[in-house]
C-alpha cells in the first residue's frame, strides 16, 4: 500500500489529521500500510450538532472490490455482554468463547470455508480470517516445518522449535499480516506475549 493512498479524508472524520496521522509511530504506521490493524487510538465523532464525541478504537486500511482504499475503524466495545452478543451474531457459543477469552484461536467451518476466530483484547471485538488467508510459513530460520507441525499450526495450535541454540514459538496470530506470528521463546513465552501486546498502549492522536 502506497503513501499517497491514505484515505485522510476518512480519517478526518475521526478526528484525525494528516498531520497527526504522519505523526504517529513508525510501527503503528507500518501496521496499518502493511494490512494490520493500528495501535488503540483516541478517536472522536462529530454528531450532527457539532457534538464531538470521543472514544477509544483501532484502524485498518483495506481496498475495495475496485482495488481503492478505505478507512476501517473498530470500536472499542465497553460492555461485556455486548462483546458476547456480537460474538454470537457470528456463531461463536458461549464455550466458544471462553476459549477466545484465554487466548486461544476458535477454528469453524462458516459455510463452505474455515475461518479463524480471536479475540482482539484491546477492543474487545471478534476478528476473523479465512483459512485461505493464513500463511503458515515453510521454513524458520535453517528449520523446515514438516506437515505435521504446519497442520497443527492450521488447527490453531503453536508450534515450539530449536532454531540452532534458540527456542522460537510459531503460530495463528490474526494481527499480524501474514496470520501467524513468530516469537523468540517457548510456549510460556508464546502466553504471555499474547497477554502482552505491545499495541496496548493507548495513543492520543485526535485533531
Not at 98 to 110: A, N, P, R, S, T
Not at 187 to 196: G, R, T, V
Request: hydrophobic share 35%.
Amino acid at each position: 500500500m502506497k503513501a499517497n493512498e491514505v484515505p485522510f479524508d476518512e480519517l478526518q472524520q475521526v478526528g484525525i489529521s494528516e498531520e497527526a496521522f504522519l505523526n504517529l509511530p513508525k510501527e503503528a504506521i507500518d501496521r496499518m500500510m502493511t494490512g494490520r490493524t493500528s495501535p488503540l487510538l483516541q478517536m472522536q465523532w462529530t454528531k450532527k450538532d457539532g457534538t464531538l464525541v470521543p472514544f477509544l478504537g483501532k484502524l485498518a486500511l483495506m481496498r475495495d472490490a475496485e482495488g481503492k482504499v478505505h478507512l476501517n475503524v473498530i470500536p472499542r466495545i465497553e460492555k461485556q455482554e455486548m462483546v458476547q452478543q456480537l460474538a454470537a451474531a457470528k456463531g461463536i457459543t458461549p464455550e466458544d468463547f471462553k476459549k477466545m477469552d484465554k487466548g486461544e484461536i476458535l477454528v469453524k467451518e462458516v459455510g463452505r470455508e474455515r475461518q479463524y476466530f480471536q479475540l482482539d483484547r484491546t477492543t474487545n471485538s471478534v476478528v476473523s480470517i479465512k483459512e485461505a488467508d493464513i500463511r503458515v510459513p515453510n521454513s524458520v530460520g535453517d528449520v523446515t516445518l514438516g506437515e505435521k507441525q504446519k497442520d497443527r499450526i492450521r488447527e490453531g495450535k503453536p508450534v515450539e522449535l530449536e532454531v540452532g541454540d534458540t527456542k522460537v514459538t510459531v503460530g495463528v496470530d490474526l494481527n499480524d499480516v501474514t496470520g501467524c506470528r513468530v516469537i523468540k521463546g517457548d510456549m510460556n513465552q508464546w502466553k504471555q506475549d499474547k497477554l502482552i501486546e505491545w499495541d496496548r498502549n493507548t495513543l492520543g492522536v485526535a485533531g
